[in-house]
């Protein structure tokens, strides 16, 4: 059974069921947007669970062949009662930027990009419980005759509005009301939108997405918008790398755009002190991340108040301080359980043992955050005891590590990093690369990623070291982040050089 809801009719409640971008879309509807009409249509998820629980993925040669049945018998399934009763009457549906004449090829194409999404989830993690569950529910706009389809976006550093036509053609009256109408609607959702448009007997929105850089960067033309002229944008081609980038978005905006995910260090934005206002702007913070990177992880690391080496800080201090973890493991649950934002995880801070690592974890299934496939939990490793003992941290169970660099050449080299003259035994890297090498086969072998973070991660010697090692990611601050595609695209160009 498929769960269908008129556009105009969602509100705030509906988001864990019909997602938030269709949500969106239909407020500004409710505002008098020039929207198209239509439904949001629900994936089956029991029904395409009880197809697959009938085939094996065991192998790699049967996967195949099992793929193939799958998507024949899914492609069998009838169309349902309620999607004929939703759209009868209708002559044209617009999905995905395509227009489809009848219900049947409509259904067709729904449940096409259904299994694109399941057969995604079992190249990258196999068959497992759940797996139907959090499909994409697809807005499907009713329209007469398409003219044009594109999107449009607001661009910060420009001021002003970048259209990208798609198909057809617009008139230049079209650019100048686009343009207005992003405007508007950035204003009616309090964070910049990428929003999809048509053309059909006039302007009308089919959809909103998070404002991120369009990937055919080659193939599509940008027209730029301002207020009096119309001018022609020449596509860069941008530079990329193997290692994925997370953006440090504990301070600031989410105004860089291409990222591969979100790191928030929540002991830059809580303050016990201001406890409401901060947690406001905590909560404030994870849900525009979320929002804006839908499709990458959100990592919020909850806080590690210092007070220096020695002192009481990090996973300690949560499991002893009731008023510091509290609002942290609420400001997750809002974001998750109210928001529907499965794209936040958890990083636990400062461990000094695994049975810390045991007991944050209690806490938190506790408060319904337990680990499961939708909700990773990290560990930030800083202290030389947790490299030591990394294989009982991974038979505890964790999903992943956040090796703190600048933490751990401190203990290893025996300096308060707080201290300026003693910085610079920050150079002296050789013992923590020989340190690394062990545990970081471990991770390898258990399958278990890792991404590292602080400012010793860019000295050439490490970055160089970590790109060989297969680090999944790296975490940099804001004004780092324009140029570190092209370091990482260097660094991995020298290497596959020098084993040439």
Known sequence: MIEILPL???????????????????????????????????????????????????????????????????????????????????????????????????????????????????????????????????????????????????????????????????????????????????????????????????????????????????TTQAVKINLNSVSSVVPVRETKSTVKVFFDLSSGFAIEKNIDGVYIASEKIFDLNLPSKSFDNLVFKIVEAAVTFPSSPVFLKLADKSEGMGKIRGALR???????????????????????????????????????????????????????????????????????????????????VVLNLNEQIAHLNGFDPKEEELSFYKNEVEGLIKFLEDPIRLLHKSKIPFIVCGSMALYPKVLEFLVEKGVWGIVVERFEAHSIRDLLHQTEKRMILRRM
């Open 8 to 218: 105009r009719v969602l509100t705030d409640e509906d988001t864990p069921i019909f997602g938030a971008l269709n949500v969106a879309l239909g407020k500004i509807k409710r505002s008098d947007f020039p929207v198209c009409d239509g439904i949001v249509i629900n994936a089956p998820c029991f029904k395409l669970k009880a197809v697959l629980e009938h085939f094996d993925f065991g192998s790699r040669e049967v996967f195949e062949q099992s793929l193939t049945l799958v998507k024949k018998e899914i492609s069998s399934i009838a169309v349902p009662a309620v999607l004929e009763k939703e759209t009868k009457g209708k002559k044209g549906y617009f999905l995905k930027g395509k227009t489809y004449k009848s219900v049947n090829s409509l259904w067709s194409a729904l449940l096409s990009i259904w299994i694109d999404q399941i057969k995604q989830r079992l190249w990258n993690k196999g068959f497992y419980e759940g797996i139907t569950e959090n499909l994409e529910p697809l807005f499907t706009a009713f329209v007469k005759k398409v003219q044009g389809f594109g999107s449009a976006s607001f661009d910060q550093f420009e001021d002003d509005t970048v259209v990208l036509v798609k198909s057809g053609k617009l008139h230049p009256s079209d650019y100048k009301k686009i343009s207005d109408l992003v405007t508007l609607a950035n204003k009616k959702l309090f964070i910049p939108h990428e929003y999809e448009w048509v053309i059909d007997a006039g302007v009308k929105f089919v959809g909103v997405k998070p404002h991120t850089p369009n990937q055919d960067t080659l």
């Open 318 to 400: 949560l499991l002893h301080q009731k008023n510091l973890f509290e609002p942290l493991a609420e400001a997750v649950s809002f974001a998750r359980h109210k928001k529907g934002l499965v794209n936040v995880h958890i990083v636990i801070p400062f461990v000094r043992g695994v049975n810390e690592l045991l007991q944050i974890k209690r806490d938190l299934a506790v408060k319904k955050l337990s680990r499961k496939n939708s909700l990773q939990l990290w560990m930030e490793v800083c202290v030389p005891e947790n490299i030591i003992n990394m294989e009982e941290y991974l038979l505890a169970g964790i999903d992943g």
